[in-house]
């Protein structure tokens, strides 16, 4: 297990202290407006203090317009600096990195919270308009503008959300992503808005802060192979600090047959990495796995759902390797305890035998 708690030297910045970080966790226990509530900050700062060595926030829309789900963090405003300031020191005094995700759910931005939802393309199954060329310069700027909000807070980095069917990933799909211009078409061309975003964030942040990227390379019509070229092309820019591989299980093969010899971690974990570290997400849910997703090549690796059953899951690990956390389905006093409010309790029940029914 030593690898596990072994530093992490990134590109910029300071080193990540082990290996094992937290997932970006959707939980819906913000303030309507966005601003980050007591709830949420007691639910991170405690996985700070059990031992993650990055400690990332759930996604937080970069606009107003592309709230992805209810009490979801924002930073699309100033008006959110003094909760995100606080939730920065309090990570950061409990010796984790910091990570801001930043995210837009393009499509999937339900009417009821947003009106009309946009898209890179007009989708009649949600009813979202295409955007027009200015609106893209305009998310750009936007996704640019948040991470400068994420500096001044005080957070280490930030992530671009660009996996699960989101906005980025929305351009990256050639099913979901029809325009005719400069973004569409091509894949250089589907992939210009995530590269554009990267520049500007990198444009107007300092020197010293981290930038990572979050792909998933399977559903919402996305294509394996493109998704390793998008990889293996991030990886080569020298800017970005790490890629958070989201694979839905760490161990399954691709569904794509042409791909379907060897496992889907395993078409990353081969690529020139430069000065970028990759890591992978994905039902990594004891210290054993962990330390197999290092073995087979990843740099570090994140965990969700161990996370939440356990907030000091890395200590957990780091005093005993074969360490499993408790089985589910849990109590929700059981998650209290964990550090989730109510609200964020109610959230997991939509995870599969996960909340125990009330006896």
């Known amino acids: 297990m030593s690898d596990l708690f072994a530093p992490l030297t990134l590109a910029h910045g300071p080193a990540a202290p082990n290996r094992v970080w937290l997932a970006p966790l959707t939980n819906t226990q913000s303030h309507p407006d966005g601003r980050l509530s007591d709830e949420e900050l007691h639910w991170l700062a405690l996985r700070a203090r059990g031992g993650h060595g990055l400690t990332m926030s759930c996604a937080a829309h970069v606009q107003a317009g592309g709230q992805g789900f209810p009490g979801q963090l924002g930073v699309f405003s100033d008006d959110h600096l003094p ?6 020191a309090a990570l950061k005094d409990a ?9 837009h759910a393009g499509i999937r931005s339900p009417q009821e919270l947003v009106g009309q939802p946009v898209g890179p393309s007009d989708d009649e199954e949600t009813g979202a308009r295409a955007l027009t060329p200015d609106e893209v310069g305009r998310l750009v700027e936007d996704f640019a503008a948040a991470a400068q909000r994420a500096e001044q807070a005080g957070f280490d980095g930030i992530e671009v959300h660009g996996a699960h069917g989101y906005v980025v990933a929305q351009f990256l799909s050639p099913e979901i992503n029809r325009r005719t211009d400069g973004y ?4 250089e061309n589907r992939a210009r808005l995530l590269g554009e975003i990267l520049d500007a964030v990198r444009e107007r942040c300092g020197p010293g802060f981290q930038v990572g990227v979050r792909l998933s390379p399977e559903r919402f019509g996305l294509r394996l192979g493109e998704i390793r070229d998008v990889a293996a092309e991030l990886m080569g820019r020298g800017d970005v600090d790490y890629l958070d591989m989201s694979l839905w299980d760490v161990t399954k093969a691709p569904v794509e047959e042409e791909y379907a010899g060897r496992p889907l971690m395993d078409w990353f974990t081969d690529l020139d990495r430069g000065t970028t570290a990759l890591g992978v997400a994905g039902k990594v849910r004891s210290g054993r796995a962990a330390a197999e997703t290092l073995e087979r090549g990843a740099d ?13 899951f890395p200590e957990q690990v780091r005093r005993d390797d074969a360490f499993v956390p408790v089985p589910t389905p849990v109590s929700p006093d059981h998650l209290a305890a964990e550090g989730l409010s109510p609200v964020f309790v109610e959230y997991m029940r939509n995870w599969r035998n996960f909340v125990a029914d009330a006896s």
């Open 83 to 88: 909760g995100l300031t606080r939730l920065a």
């Open 95 to 103: 010796g984790s990195l910091s990570a801001l995700q930043l995210h």
């Open 184 to 187: 569409g078409g091509s894949l």
């Open 300 to 312: 570090f690796v994140l965990v969700g759902r161990a996370a939440i059953l356990h907030h000091d």
